[in-house]
C-alpha cells in the first residue's frame, strides 16, 4: 500500500509559477515510479509528468516540456513538479501517482496503482 497526498495548488496569473509536492508513504519510495496527471472539466485525465525510479529519469508531456520540471527527493519520500511560464489551459486537477509495478509505461494512467486526492491550480488570464 502507498498513500499519496500532494500539496501546492492555487490561483497564479498567467506566466506565474507554482510548485506542487506529493508526499507518499507504506512502501519504498526509491523502488517506483512516480507520475503527474490532470484532469480539466470536461476532459479526460492527461499525463503530465513523470519521474522512474530507474536513475530519477524523467519524462514529460510535450504540452508542458521546457516549463514543468519533476523532481524526487527519495530521503524525503517526496516527488514535486515545478511548473512555471503557466497558462490559462494549465487549469486543472492535479494528481500524483505511484507506480509500483514497473511497467516501464509511465504515460498512461491505467499502470497507476495508487493515487492522490488531487489538488487544483486555477491559472487565470
Known amino acids: 500500500q502507498v498513500q499519496l497526498v500532494e500539496s501546492g495548488g492555487g490561483l497564479v496569473q498567467a506566466g506565474g509559477s507554482l510548485r506542487l509536492s506529493c508526499a507518499a508513504s507504506g512502501r519504498t519510495f526509491r523502488t517506483y515510479s512516480m507520475g503527474w496527471f490532470r484532469q480539466a472539466p470536461g476532459k479526460e485525465r492527461e499525463f503530465v509528468a513523470a519521474?522512474?525510479?530507474?536513475?530519477?529519469?524523467?519524462y514529460y508531456a510535450d504540452s508542458v516540456k521546457g516549463r514543468f520540471t519533476a523532481s524526487r527527493d527519495n530521503a524525503k519520500n517526496t516527488v514535486n513538479l515545478q511548473m512555471n511560464s503557466l497558462k490559462p489551459e494549465d487549469t486543472a486537477v492535479y494528481y500524483c501517482?505511484?507506480?509500483?509495478?514497473?511497467?516501464?509505461?509511465?504515460?498512461?494512467?491505467?499502470?497507476?496503482?495508487?493515487w492522490g486526492q488531487g489538488t487544483q491550480v486555477t491559472v487565470s488570464s
Open positions: 501517482a505511484a507506480e509500483v509495478h514497473r511497467t516501464g509505461v509511465l504515460s498512461s494512467d491505467r499502470h497507476y496503482d495508487y
Open positions: 519521474v522512474s525510479w530507474i536513475c530519477d529519469s524523467t
